[in-house]
C-alpha cells in the first residue's frame, strides 16, 4: 500500500510539473518572451520574496535578480565596490560610501543615500553580523544624495565584510518607502536596482516566478567574480518553474524542456554525467552545513536535558547516507564552523561523529523527566537536500524513546511557520532542519544558528548570554590565536547548551544544457548574469 502511494504521489507530482511547463508557455506575453528565456528549475519553489523577512536561499537567489548591493565579495574573499565605493578615516571610525552614477530604482527613480542608509538599518535589525556591526555604530545617515556616512563607536574590523557578505542575510538596497517596512513584515512591492526586473503579474506563488532583463541597469566595468564585478545579462528573461518529481524534472532537462536544473536527486546524476548534452558541476565549492534546530521555547525542547538526549541520538552518517549517500559529496564534521577552516575543532562533536551515542540518549531522556510530549518535526518533501534529515532524526529519537509527529509539508510552508512562535498545538514546531551554505556559517558572527538571543534571535530562540558575551569577545580579540580560542569556547558551550545539531557537510552539484554559457561558481549560486544561451 505504501509503494502504491509513494507511485500515485509521485505519478501526480509528475503530471503537475508537466502542466507546469505548458502553463508557463500559455502565460509568456509575446513582448515579454521575445529574445533568450533561460528556463531553470531551482531548489526550492518561490513563495516569500522579501529578502530581509527570510533567511531561505531561494528568497536570496531572487534577491541578486532584483537588488543590487553596496559592496560585496569576490573569488578572493576580498570586498569590492558594487553600487557604492568607500573610504575609511585614519582613526577607522569613519566609513563614507559614495553611489555610483547611473544608478536607477526599476520605477525610474535614482537611487539615493537615503534609500540606501534606510535599507542598511532594516537588514541590519534582523541579520546577525549586522546586528553585532550596530552595537559598534554611533550614527549612520546620508550626508548628501550620494554619500551614506557610518560612523563607529570604537573601531570594528568586521564592518565591510558585514555589508559585503555574500549570502544570507544579504544588505540589500531597496527604496527608502519600502525598506521602511518593519523587518517582520514583508515588503509590499519588489523594486530593485538590480540587473533583473520581477514580473510581478507573471508570479504564482510556489509554481512559478518570471524576471526580465532590465535595460536601464548599468553594469560595473570590471571582470565579473561571484557576485562582484559587471553583472551582464545576456538574455532576455528568466523563469523558475517548479517541478517537485525529480525525475520529472531531469527529464526536462535531457529533453531541453528546461535549461537549468539546481539540484538534481543523487542517485540521479551519474544519468545527467552520462549525457553529452548536458553540464554536471558544483558551483559552490565550498558546500553547505546541514543541520537541526529545536524550538527552545516550548517542552519538550525547553529542557536542556532534553535536548541533549536529542543530541547523543542522532548519528551524522545516518543522515549523510541517506541525505546525499555517496560519500564523495559529502563530509563527517562535527565542527560549528565548518572543517578545515581557522575556526574548526572536534570539541563536543563526539557522539554525532562516531555515532556511539543511544544508549546515552536513553538514559539522559529516562533522567530528564520526559513525559511523552510529541516531539512536532516538519518534514518538507520537496527539496532534494532536505527530505532525509527529518526522516533519520524521526527515527532515531523514537529509538531513543521519544514520541515524535513527523508533519509532511513543503519547504516554503517550513520557511513561513518556523517564524511562529505560537506552542506547537497551535500550529508552532518543535524541530526542523536546513542548510546553510558554509560561506554563512564560518564564523561565530557570521552563524546566524549560533546566538543567544532569545526571541529577538533565529528560528528557535535560543537564548544564551554566556555565548553572546563570547561572540563580543571574539570581535575584539587581538589576534587569530584569540579568536580561535574563543570560537573554540562557543562551540563547546554550544555543544553543552545543544545551540542546533551540525549534521556534517555537503556539495550539491547543479546541472544544465551545453547550450548555457558563462554560469558562475560562487557561495550565492545560482546567478543568471553573464550566462548566455545559444539556440
Known sequence: MLSLMRRGRRTFASKLALSVVALSTVLVSPVLAAGKTITAVMHSDLRIIDPIFTTAYITRDHGYMVYDTLITTDANFKIQPQMADWK??????????????????HDGAPVTADDCVASLKRWAAVDGMGQQLMTFTA????????????????PYGLVLESIGKPSSRVAFMMPKRLAETPPDKPIPEQIGSGPFKFVQGEFQPGV?????????????????SWTAGGKVVKVDRVEWV??????????????????????????????????PDLKVEVLNKFGFQTLGRMNFLYPPFDN?????????????????????GNPKYYKICGAFFICDTPFATDVGSESLVEGNGMAEAKKLLAESGYDGTPVVIMAPGDVTTLKA???????????????????????????????????????????????????????????LSIGGQGKKGWFGWAENAKIEKLKDDFVRAASLDDQKKIATEIQKEAYDQVIYVPLGQYLAPSAWRKS???????????VFWNVDKTE
Open 389 to 447: 534529515q527529518p526522516i533519520v532524526a524521526a527515527q532515531a529519537l523514537r529509538e531513543a524513546g521519544f514520541k515524535v509527529d513527523l508533519q509532511a509539508t513543503d519547504w516554503q510552508t517550513v520557511v513561513s511557520r518556523r517564524a511562529s512562535q505560537k506552542p506547537p498545538k497551535e500550529g508552532g514546531w518543535n524541530m526542523f532542519f536546513t542548510n546553510w551554505v558554509s560561506a554563512d556559517v564560518s564564523n561565530p558572527i557570521s552563524n
Open 139 to 154: 550614527s549612520i545617515e546620508a550626508t548628501d544624495p550620494k554619500t551614506i556616512t557610518l560612523k563607529l563607536k570604537e
Open 88 to 105: 575609511i578615516s585614519d582613526d577607522k571610525l569613519t566609513y563614507t560610501f559614495t553611489l555610483r552614477d547611473g544608478l536607477k530604482w
Open 242 to 275: 517548479t517541478m517537485p518529481d525529480s525525475q520529472t524534472a531531469v527529464n526536462a532537462l535531457q529533453s531541453g524542456d528546461i535549461d537549468f536544473l539546481e539540484n538534481p536527486s543523487f542517485d540521479l546524476v551519474p544519468v545527467l554525467e552520462g549525457n
Open 208 to 224: 512559478k516566478a518570471v524576471y526580465i532583463k532590465n535595460t536601464d541597469y548599468v553594469p560595473r566595468k570590471e571582470p565579473v
Open 304 to 324: 536542556v536535558k532534553v535536548r541533549r538526549a536529542a543530541l547523543m541520538a542522532i548519528k551524522q552518517k545516518d543522515v549523510l547516507d541517506a541525505l546525499i
Open 516 to 526: 548555457l554559457t558563462g554560469v558562475l561558481d560562487g557561495p550565492a549560486t545560482p
